[in-house]
């Protein structure tokens, strides 16, 4: 009577839980986006809470002024924050072996070899869909997706989303300085650029990083024609193509919900953020009472945020330079 070899199921789990870290550096590393939040310093992990919550400035204090001796000075109390609340958005991908693919595949090599590839094929989907996701236009009503990066940075900042009435529970309809800076771009002109460039930055505080789709990608490139071009080494040792502007890296995202814009953003206010414990984690494989068959999963608990929209920019419905 032939002997039936079968992996135990806490060596699958095993090695899905020792691929764990790949799988995370694969995810950010498999796209521009992920790739410059990371290198940038954009993801954070944090540690609980009901949302993702946090203080916002909205003015400054205007107590300030010269005094002599004895002057009464302004003591008056100062209302110059409130806060953000961002709801937290989850992901998964399952990984599942019939039983039927184990008998087929008996022999430990074997079987640990088709789990590593449908745990490749998990990795892909998530990193895929995930950066789809943050980058595809505003979710319509009732979407458990992330917040996209086109819900925070807008060509209509006076209007609310389509699936909130707020962004961060604040309204840009109602809040002037709650809202990015936005410029219909006509034809494309460095100019244009340059002027929200200088804008969104108010001298201090520059843009990180630009992002847009191919064909505006093209424009700046073809514009940069005879003149010396700096990629971001950084971003080109990743696989990634990228031009320098004002010392500043501009990528392109073939996903991009809008093939029309170019968003200037500032990762100090733009994060990615991580529940702890929920940052792509790995489960065990169990089995259903009903399935021939085993899953796991793999988990991500998170959103991407924005703490001060004045610092992002948008120049929007780009056509090709006059």
């Known amino acids: 009577m032939a002997l039936t070899f079968s992996v135990p199921d806490t060596e699958l789990s095993l090695t899905l839980s020792n691929r764990r870290a790949e799988i995370v550096d ?13 290198m940038k310093g954009a993801v954070d992990t944090v540690d609980g809470g009901l949302d993702l919550v946090g203080p916002v400035r909205f ?5 300030f002024g010269s005094f002599d001796s004895y ?4 003591t008056t109390p100062q209302d110059t924050e409130t806060s953000y609340k961002y709801p937290w958005a989850q992901d ?4 599942t072996l019939a039983w039927t693919e184990e008998m087929k595949n008996q022999g430990r090599g074997r079987l640990i070899s088709i789990l590593n590839q449908k745990i490749d094929d998990a990795r892909d989907t998530i990193r895929d869909s995930l950066n789809i996701q943050l980058l595809q236009t505003a979710p319509a009503a009732g979407s458990k997706d992330p917040i996209s990066l086109l819900e925070l940075i807008q060509s209509a900042p006076t209007s609310n989303p389509a699936r ?6 604040i309204s840009g309809a109602a809040q002037t300085w709650w809202r990015n800076k936005f410029t219909n771009g006509v034809a494309f002109s460095v ?46 040792d990743a696989g990634f193509q990228s031009l320098m502007y004002k010392q500043t890296p ?63 920019g948008t120049l929007f419905s780009i056509t090709a330079p006059a």
């Not at 002057?71 to 302004?74: E, N, P, S, V």
């Not at 998964?92 to 990984?95: H, K, V």
């Open 92 to 95: 998964y991908a399952t990984i």
């Open 191 to 236: 100019s244009d650029m340059n002027t929200m460039f200088n804008t969104v930055s108010e001298s201090v505080d520059p843009p990180t990083f630009l992002l847009t789709s191919q064909t505006v990608f093209e424009y700046y490139e073809n514009s940069q024609v005879g003149q010396i071009r700096y990629a971001d080494v950084k971003m080109a």
């Open 164 to 169: 909130t009435a707020s962004i961060g529970s």
């Open 250 to 312: 501009i990528i392109f995202e073939p996903v991009i919900g809008i093939t029309d814009s170019l968003f200037f953003i500032n990762t100090k206010y733009l994060r990615l953020q991580l529940m702890s414990g929920a940052d792509f984690i790995t489960t065990d494989f169990v089995s259903p009472n009903n399935q021939a068959a085993k899953s796991a999963k793999i988990l991500w608990m998170g959103n991407l945020i924005c703490t001060a929209r004045r610092r992002q």
């Open 59 to 63: 003015a400054k204090n205007t107590t």
């Open 26 to 38: 694969q995810i950010f590393k498999g796209t521009a986006f992920l790739n410059m939040m990371r």
């Open 71 to 74: 002057d009464i000075l302004d």
